[in-house]
T-cell receptor
Framework: DGGITQSPKYLFRKEGQNVTLSCEQN?????MYWYRQDPGQGLRLIYY???????QKGDIAEGYSVSREKKESFPLTVTSAQKNPTAFYLC??????????FGQGTRLTVV | DQQVKQNSPSLSVQEGRISILNCDYT??????FLWYKKYPAEGPTFLIS?????DKNEDGRFTVFLNKSAKHLSLHIVPSQPGDSAVYFC??????????????FGTGTRLTIIP
């Protein structure tokens, strides 16, 4: 089955630690995205990548980093510089101008 | 600066009646619009879209209307069913020559269908 997979579903991080969220898709989509959802804030774009080895900052990129070494994978690292990392993170992919398909999300909690 | 706005954070509708969710945008470069439905702790799922060359698109119980001059779109669900209870996000895209562009989302409207 084609789809987009995020792991883990739940993640706990101690303050000051970096943590990496995984996103894999087997839809052969060129574009991939990372969003963050906070209550009352909708979905805010962190980073997006339109092609392998290229990515652009979204609206709230500070404290995050990404890589796009393979078409199928777009991992997101939440660094210690992100002051308020507790949130629900969503990865998506798309092809052309069609709709984006989302993963099931990762809930990150800082303890 | 919120380029896509959903001014109603919540909406309650009686089962069987029409649900109307509204969305306004400010960026005149947007020319493709989408609606997503989201259940708690899940990723959004695509519902329906409309290109700026149209003013209406229909898919079963769901119809999206676009008023470009007013920079306004709406999603109509009729008849509303209990399973429609979810958060609905409006999203917009400015299509580039490259073909891919980021989606800009609104803040969402929580729809509750009352049995």
């Amino acid at each position: 089955d084609g789809g987009i997979t995020q792991s883990p579903k739940y993640l706990f991080r101690k303050e000051g630690q970096n943590v990496t969220l995984s996103c894999e898709q087997n839809l052969n989509h060129d574009a991939m995205y990372w969003y963050r959802q906070d209550p009352g804030q909708g979905l805010r774009l962190i980073y997006y990548s339109q092609i392998v080895n290229d990515f652009q900052k979204g609206d709230i990129a500070e404290g995050y980093s990404v890589s796009r070494e393979k078409k199928e994978s777009f991992p997101l690292t939440v660094t210690s510089a992100q002051k308020n990392p507790t949130a629900f993170y969503l990865c998506a992919s798309s092809i052309g101008a069609e709709e984006a398909f989302f993963g099931q999300g990762t809930r990150l909690t800082v303890v | 600066d919120q380029q896509v706005k959903q001014n109603s954070p919540s909406l309650s509708v009686q089962e069987g009646r029409i649900s109307i969710l509204n969305c306004d945008y400010t960026n005149s470069m947007f020319d493709y619009f989408l609606w997503y439905k989201k259940y708690p702790a899940e990723g959004p799922t695509f519902l329906i879209s409309i290109s700026s060359i149209k003013d209406k698109n229909e898919d079963g119980r769901f119809t999206v209307f676009l008023n470009k001059s007013a920079k306004h779109l709406s999603l109509h669900i009729v008849p509303s069913q209990p399973g429609d209870s979810a958060v609905y996000f409006c999203a917009a895209r400015a299509i580039s020559n490259f073909g891919n562009e980021k989606l800009t989302f609104g803040t969402g409207t929580r729809l509750t269908i009352i049995p």
